[in-house]
T-cell receptor, first 116, second 114 residues
Framework: EAGVTQSPTHLIKTRGQQATLRCSPISGHTSVYWYQQALGLGLQFLLWYDEGEERNRGNFPPRFSGRQFPNYSSELNVNALELEDSALYLC???????????????FGEGSRLTVL | DAKTTQPTSMDCAEGRAANLPCNHS???????VYWYRQIHSQGPQYIIHGLKNNETNEMASLIITEDRKSSTLILPHATLRDTAVYYC???????????????FGQGTTLQVKP
């Protein structure tokens, strides 16, 4: 069974540009989570999507946005890139079967964004 | 904010048991204790979770105190590949509000030495 897949693995952008990161959850999972991990820092919660809806958002500016598609894959968009946006962006998925809530999160290997 | 306190780092000899403590003194009755680990530059990996009973799986054991204010993750026979940052997280059950996300603290860096 395929795990959570993220693309691209690495992305280099310059200040002011936009970055788009993609995530495909494990088959059968309907929830997708995005986290940011800047160098030397912990994982910071960004966004949670479930059944196509944004369920919760972390303490990040509006230039961080995303969406979840009908097939449950997800995109994270970062507009007006700043140097401090350089980080590993991790996507995770989980089942949302209410009978087994809360299920564990399965993480992808991440997309490393470098802003120059 | 994370609701757990963990030591910043620990060492363990290869082949010995690694016991990683976690304090969660403000845990609520509807909150689970989760453990994840992150090997350098990889995505976090789920290890185990529990509510109030001790749990064991193929990776580890989780011992939760009777008052649920603290827990210990036990890796019975640590190997070099267990070197990682270990995160203890409390997470409420239920499907409402912001219960889906995990809030990661700084974790414990476990160094397994030969």
């Amino acid at each position: 069974e395929a795990g959570v897949t993220q693309s691209p693995t690495h992305l280099i952008k310059t200040r002011g540009q936009q970055a788009t990161l993609r995530c495909s959850p494990i088959s059968g999972h309907t929830s997708v989570y995005w986290y940011q991990q800047a160098l030397g820092l912990g994982l910071q919660f960004l966004l949670w999507y479930d059944e196509g809806e944004e369920r919760n958002r972390g303490n990040f500016p509006p230039r961080f946005s995303g969406r979840q598609f009908p097939n449950y894959s997800s995109e994270l968009n970062v507009n007006a890139l700043e140097l401090e946006d350089s980080a590993l962006y991790l996507c995770a998925s989980s089942q949302t079967d209410r009978s087994s809530w809360p299920g564990e999160l399965f993480f992808g290997e991440g997309s490393r964004l470098t802003v120059l | 904010d994370a609701k757990t306190t963990q030591p910043t780092s620990m060492d363990c000899a290869e082949g010995r048991a690694a016991n990683l403590p976690c304090n969660h003194s403000t845990i609520s009755g509807n909150e689970y204790v989760y453990w994840y680990r992150q090997i350098h530059s990889q995505g976090p990996q789920y290890i185990i979770h529990g509510l109030k009973n001790n749990e064991t799986n193929e990776m580890a054991s989780l011992i939760i105190t009777e008052d649920r204010k603290s827990s210990t993750l036990i890796l019975p026979h640590a190997t070099l590949r267990d070197t990682a940052v270990y995160y203890c997280i409390v997470r409420p059950l239920g499907s409402s509000g912001n219960t889906g996300k995990l809030i990661f603290g700084q974790g414990t860096t476990l160094q397994v030495k030969p």
